[in-house]
Structures are given as C-alpha cells and as structure tokens.
C-alpha cells in the first residue's frame, strides 16, 4: 500500500485500491461458480468473454502452468 500512498493518502481510494489486490478465496469460489454455471469451463469463458483463441490459450498454459 505505500506504493499507492505516493499517489493518493484518500482513504476512501486507498480502501477500493486495497480491495483490488486483497483477493479473497470467497470470491475467487464465487467467480469460479458463476463462471462454470454460465460456461461449464474456464476455457469456454476465455474463448467467450477475452475471445482469445485456442493457439493463444495453449501459450498462455505453456507459459504458466507447470506439471505436478
């Protein structure tokens, strides 16, 4: 947060920016429900929603993604 307080000290800007970066498993489970409830997979909503291609998907696992 000091970062940010270089720019602003409103704590009403300081509390959304803080919201923005806090996420919460709560609503990374809220999302992931909503998402597989409209798309059935994430990949469904990128190609969807981002329109990212299935080239650009399989980088972006490449990229990201490790094997356990």
Same mark, same amino acid.
């Given at each position: 947060?000091?970062?940010?307080?270089?720019?602003?000290?409103?704590?009403?800007?300081? @509390?959304?920016?803080?919201?923005?970066? @806090?996420? /919460?498993? +709560?609503?990374?489970?809220?999302?992931?429900?909503?998402?597989?409830?409209?798309?059935?997979?994430?990949?469904?909503?990128?190609?969807? +929603?981002?329109?990212?291609?299935?080239? +650009?998907? /399989?980088?972006?696992?490449?990229?990201?993604?490790? +094997?356990?």
């Amino acid at each position: 947060m000091a970062n940010y307080r270089r720019f602003t000290q409103d704590p009403v800007v300081l @509390d959304h920016l803080y919201a923005l970066i @806090d996420t /919460q498993p +709560e609503f990374i489970q809220a999302s992931l429900a909503v998402i597989n409830a409209k798309y059935q997979t994430i990949t469904n909503y990128v190609q969807e +929603e981002l329109g990212l291609t299935t080239r +650009e998907i /399989q980088s972006l696992r490449q990229l990201y993604l490790t +094997e356990n």
